[in-house]
Antibody
Framework: QVRLQESGPGLVKPSQTLSLTCTVS??????????WSWIRQHPGKGLEWIGNIYYSGNTYYSPSLRSRISISLDTSENKFSLNLTSVTAADTAIYYC??????????????????WGKGTTVTVSS | DVQMTQSPSSLSASVGDRVTVTCRASQSISKFLNWYQHKAGEAPKLLIYATSNLHVAVPSRFRGSGSGTDFTLTISTLQPEDFATYYC?????????FGQGTRVEI
């Protein structure tokens, strides 16, 4: 069974860097048919896609966060990480990691997040 | 960015009801549309991918349809465990975007 588990500090001070890790079990992050994603949910709000990383190391980021984020892979420990710099109260949210599958045929491939972690709450406050 | 608009934002229903949630994209996204179910304190769950494909172990009472800009999630016979918030998501173009959610409550 594939499981994803987010970990990291629950409280971060403004202007500091938020670092979260997603540990994957039951699957290898080193796979051509999958990518790995971060998503967040602000209090009382909907879901916001943050970015993806592929086995090749290629990344795709939300334009609204691109200047402050980086996502990386650690294949030796089968985990991937999110760094978000210069955080403010607006970064207070539940952060989820997810596995992204890619399926299809005849040149048309659909992406979807089929396994999610339970989320970790991050509060930005002094 | 592709904007995803769900309606209604919330609805009240009873066990056994037929429930329909709609999702509209600001531009054509072909069939690159997924549906998720989310309960507070839990991980979101994939229900349907590529508009109409049921994810593994998802009950057949869930059905997705649509194409282009207009999509629908239908729950044929609402069960107690279906009370949750439902999100659509487009993966046609980056940045991937979600609808604002539809809360299904008693």
């Amino acid at each position: 069974q594939v499981r994803l588990q987010e970990s990291g500090p629950g409280l971060v001070k403004p202007s500091q860097t938020l670092s979260l890790t997603c540990t994957v079990s039951g699957d290898s992050i080193n796979s051509e048919t999958k990518s790995w994603s971060w998503i967040r949910q602000h209090p009382g709000k909907g879901l916001e896609w943050i970015g993806n990383i592929y086995y090749s190391g290629n990344t795709y980021y939300s334009p609204s966060l691109r200047s402050r984020i980086s996502i990386s892979l650690d294949t030796s420990e089968n985990k991937f990480s999110l760094n978000l710099t210069s955080v403010t109260a607006a970064d207070t949210a539940i952060y989820y990691c997810a596995r992204v599958r890619r399926g299809g045929s005849r040149g048309v491939y659909y992406s979807y997040m089929d396994v999610w972690g339970k989320g970790t709450t991050v509060t930005v406050s002094s | 960015d592709v904007q995803m608009t769900q309606s209604p934002s919330s609805l009240s229903a009873s066990v056994g009801d037929r429930v329909t949630v709609t999702c509209r994209a600001s531009q054509s996204i072909s069939k690159f549309l997924n549906w998720y179910q989310h309960k507070a304190g839990e991980a979101p769950k994939l229900l349907i991918y590529a508009t109409s494909n049921l994810h593994v172990a998802v009950p057949s009472r869930f059905r997705g349809s649509g194409s282009g800009t207009d999509f629908t999630l239908t729950i044929s016979t609402l069960q107690p465990e279906d009370f949750a918030t439902y999100y659509c998501q487009q993966t046609y173009s980056s940045p991937w975007t979600f609808g604002q959610g539809t809360r299904v409550e008693i």
